[in-house]
């Protein structure tokens, strides 16, 4: 009888399993970027730079790393490297990309690598990082001899590391001109196209363009400039608190730095505990650059039930 209880219970398990994994083909499928797949695949193979303009929600941050592993472009030995600005979202784009495809991080076929943390091994193929850790490797291997694809995401976000980033990028690609190993893709939602079309222009890189949000948006504006931003915010988020009927999803707000982050947070939870008492709890979630890893990842939870 034991033993039928456990076949049973490992039978369910299973079956959770494969429709978790049907549903996750189903998102992926459903995403923009999934009918461009041929064509992505076909200008990299043709081409050895491709700058891809794709709009947020498109679904190319998590899906094309995975289709140029999926179509085994790259040598045996050699990795796909995919560069994030910050960390958080190196991180966060990793356990992602492992998730839908049903491995774990570390020890399987995805890592990420950032400062004091490299979740990478030997069975890495598809590895996460920041713009800075692939320079800091550049400093060792010059022509990035170890990858076969070079993604670098959110290009749009000029920073010292990032121009460094393609300077060195352009190099290799101008070293490795020869084996013609070494592919690259440019990736971001608003992209300067002829700015990174000239800059790799003797690479006669490919340029795709993918509409398509996969969620509606709506944007309200205010009438007039306001005196305090922080007050409006204020207001503003209890107010799309207190009207959310079935109290489902989250509420993200942009600040301009770590001090209003923390002057917001100390507001929100101010107001959270003079709330009535039917009004669902509000958790505050901050985020910002020098909080330590496992407090930004709090924010990437789900809120706690209430």
């Not at 209003?260 to 650059?289: G, Q, S």
């Not at 020098?290 to 789900?302: D, G, I, K, N, S």
């Amino acid at each position: 009888m034991a033993s039928t209880v456990i076949g049973g219970g490992a039978i369910a398990s299973k079956k959770r399993q494969w429709e978790a994994q049907q549903s996750m083909k189903e998102v992926r499928e459903s995403l923009p970027i999934y009918s461009w797949k041929k064509n992505i695949l076909d200008s990299l193979r043709t081409h050895r730079v491709l700058i891809l303009v794709g709009e947020t929600g498109s679904g190319k941050t998590t899906q094309l790393p995975q289709y140029i592993l999926e179509s085994h472009m790259t040598a045996p030995h050699k990795r796909i490297a995919v560069t994030q600005p910050r960390r958080v979202a190196a991180i966060t784009v990793a356990q992602r990309v492992a998730a839908e495809m049903n491995t774990t991080i570390p020890n399987g076929p995805v890592g990420y690598c950032v400062r004091f943390d490299d979740t990478t091994s030997p069975a890495t193929r598809l590895k996460f990082m920041t713009d800075g850790m692939l320079v800091r490797e550049a400093l060792l291997f010059p022509d990035l001899a170890n990858y076969s694809v070079i993604v670098l995401d959110e290009a749009h976000e000029r920073s010292l590391q990032t121009d460094i980033l393609f300077g060195i990028v352009k190099r290799a690609l101008a070293s490795r001109g020869v084996k013609n190993d070494l592919r690259v893709v440019v990736m971001s939602a608003t992209l300067d196209v002829e700015l990174f079309h000239n800059f790799f222009a003797d690479s006669n890189p490919a340029v795709l363009r993918i509409p398509g949000r996969t969620h509606p948006v709506d944007i309200f504006y205010t009438i007039k400039p306001l005196p305090d931003y922080l007050d409006a915010v204020l207001i503003t988020t209890l107010q799309i608190h207190l009207d959310e009927k079935d109290n489902a999803g989250s509420i993200l707000v942009f600040l301009t730095g770590q001090e209003d982050i923390e002057t917001m947070e100390t507001l929100l939870n101010d107001y959270a505990t003079r709330l009535p008492p039917h009004v669902p709890k509000l958790w505050v979630c901050p985020i910002f650059a020098a909080m330590p890893r496992e407090t930004q990842m709090l924010a990437f939870e789900p809120a706690p039930p209430h």
